[in-house]
T-cell receptor, first 112, second 115 residues
Framework: QKEVEQNSGPLSVPEGAIASLNCTYS??????FFWYRQYSGKSPELIMS????GDKEDGRFTAQLNKASQYVSLLIRDSQPSDSATYLC????????????FGTGTRLTIIP | DTEVTQTPKHLVMGMTNKKSLKCEQH?????MYWYKQKAKKPPELMFV???????INESVPSRFSPECPNSSLLNLHLHALQPEDSALYLC??????????????FGSGTQLSVL
């Protein structure tokens, strides 16, 4: 089982709709969870971090964490064409293992 | 200044060449990282420096040699690379080495091609 799993997509969403991106992780003791956005040919950019169960909202973005079910998700409301990118889920494992683990990313396309 | 600056942006080198990638940040971050990213793959960690000391080497071949001259600078020296080393090389930094891997700020990367 991969440590961090994401559906590679592509995920196509109409402009103005809600895009829902999901990520599951295998290490139950994982501490911190991040979503990075990466445009083609560019570097990853941190857009959300979440540390405790529940929802965290920042503008059009909402991160959701459920540690019991070991999943983290990202919702993008009112999707815009500029949201078209690859979204990488990243998980910090329990203490003692310092390696941040990235998922393979989900490619999101917003259709005008 | 919230930027991580990498140079050069593009690099083409032969297998016998020696070149260096440079990275600079002025955010006062004390952890700095090198990642390698192949097309359509996630970034792979290569090295981590904490307080200017090498703290993680992910079993990277010795043809890659990192250097951290001071808290703002990170270099990656390249020698005798192979074509399969062609990739996007990303530098990143984070504020607190005690919370390694927290909130990475990435540079724009160096696209490396080895001929």
């Amino acid at each position: 089982q991969k440590e961090v799993e994401q559906n590679s997509g592509p995920l196509s969403v109409p402009e103005g709709a809600i895009a829902s991106l999901n990520c599951t992780y295998s290490d139950r003791g994982s501490q911190s969870f991040f979503w990075y956005r990466q445009y083609s040919g560019k570097s990853p950019e941190l857009i959300m971090s979440i540390y405790s169960n529940g929802d965290k909202e920042d503008g059009r973005f909402t991160a959701q964490l459920n540690k019991a079910s070991q999943y983290v998700s990202l919702l993008i409301r009112d999707s815009q064409p500029s949201d078209s990118a690859t979204y990488l889920c990243a998980v910090v494992p329990p203490r003692g293992n310092e390696k941040l683990t990235f998922g393979t990313g989900t490619r999101l396309t917003i259709i005008p | 200044d919230t930027e991580v600056t990498q140079t050069p942006k593009h690099l083409v080198m032969g297998m016998t060449n020696k070149k260096s990638l440079k990275c600079e940040q002025h955010m006062g971050h004390r952890a700095m990282y090198w990642y390698k990213q192949k097309a359509k793959k996630p970034p792979e960690l290569m090295f981590v420096y904490s307080y200017e000391k090498l703290s993680i080497n992910e079993s990277v071949p010795s043809r890659f040699s990192p250097e951290c001259p001071n808290s703002s600078l990170l270099n990656l020296h390249l020698h005798a690379l192979q074509p399969e080393d062609s990739a996007l090389y990303l530098c990143a930094s984070s504020q607190d080495p005690a919370a390694l891997n927290e909130k990475l700020f990435f540079g724009s990367g160096t696209q490396l091609s080895v001929l």
